[in-house]
T-cell receptor, first 109, second 113 residues
C-alpha cells in the first residue's frame, strides 16, 4: 500500500533557515497532492495543496509539482521553531488518499 | 467548531476483546476515511466511504477490522478480536469529496494488553 515515498525521514534546520522536503508517488493514477503538518500529540492539518504543474506560494511556504515525474516538494523559508512537526505528503488517485511516512522537521533556535 | 468528533479518546483492551471506535464527520461531508497511525508504519488507510458506500475495505485489514457507516453522520470501526499489534492511534477524517482537504478528528489511542 506504500504508494507515497517521502525524503528525508528527518531534517534539522537552524531557525531562519530553509527546509526542503520531498515526496514522490509510484502510482501513475495519482493526480492530486497535499502537504499536511502534524504537531506532536495532535492530528494532521492540511498545509497546502497542489494539483497543477508548477509552483504555489503561501507566505513562507512554497510547493512545487512535476506531474510527469509525480514529484512534489515543500520548501519552508525563514523556518521557525513552531514549524517543528511531522510533515506528511498525501496523494489521491481520485478514489483513495494515501499518505507517506512523513518527514520529521526540527527547527533549532 | 463542529469538526470531526471521535470517541473515545483513549481505549485500553485485553487481547481478544472486541472494541468499537466511533466517528462523527463534519456535517455535510460526503467522504469519510479511517486511518491507523503508528511510528513504524505511519498512516495506513483502513476504510473509505463515499456517500455512505464502502469504497475501500482495507485490504490486509479485512479479517479483523470492519468499518460501517449506517448514516451520513456516524461511522464505527470494529476490531474483533483485538491483538497487541493493533495498539495505535486510529484517526477518522472527512471531506466534501476526495479532491478536497481532509479534516481529521483528534483520534482514538488504542492500547491492547
Amino acid at each position: 500500500q506504500q504508494k507515497v515515498q517521502q525524503s528525508p525521514e528527518s531534517l534539522i534546520v537552524p531557525e531562519g533557515g530553509m527546509a526542503s522536503l520531498n515526496c514522490t508517488s509510484s502510482d501513475r493514477n495519482v493526480d492530486y497532492f497535499w502537504w499536511y503538518r502534524q504537531h506532536s500529540g495532535k492530528s494532521p492539518k492540511m498545509l497546502m495543496s497542489i494539483f497543477s504543474n508548477g509552483e504555489k506560494e503561501e507566505g513562507r511556504f512554497t510547493v512545487h509539482l512535476n506531474k510527469a515525474s509525480l514529484h512534489t516538494s515543500l520548501h519552508i523559508r525563514d523556518s521557525q521553531p513552531s514549524d517543528s512537526a511531522l510533515y506528511l505528503c498525501a496523494a489521491s488517485d481520485n478514489n483513495r488518499i494515501f499518505f507517506g511516512d512523513g518527514t520529521q522537521l526540527v527547527v533549532k533556535p | 467548531d463542529a469538526g470531526v468528533t471521535q470517541t473515545p479518546r483513549h481505549e485500553v483492551a485485553e487481547k481478544g476483546q472486541t472494541i468499537i471506535l466511533k466517528c462523527e464527520p463534519v456535517s455535510g461531508h460526503n467522504d469519510l476515511f479511517w486511518y491507523r497511525q503508528t511510528k513504524i508504519q505511519g498512516l495506513e488507510l483502513l476504510s473509505y466511504f463515499r456517500s455512505k458506500s464502502l469504497m475501500e475495505d482495507g485490504g490486509a485489514f479485512k479479517d479483523r477490522f470492519k468499518a460501517e457507516m449506517l448514516n451520513s453522520s456516524f461511522s464505527t470501526l470494529k476490531i474483533q478480536p483485538t491483538e497487541p499489534k493493533d495498539s495505535a492511534v486510529y484517526l477518522c477524517a472527512s471531506s466534501w469529496d476526495n479532491n478536497e482537504r481532509l479534516f481529521f478528528g483528534h483520534g482514538t489511542k488504542l492500547s491492547v494488553l
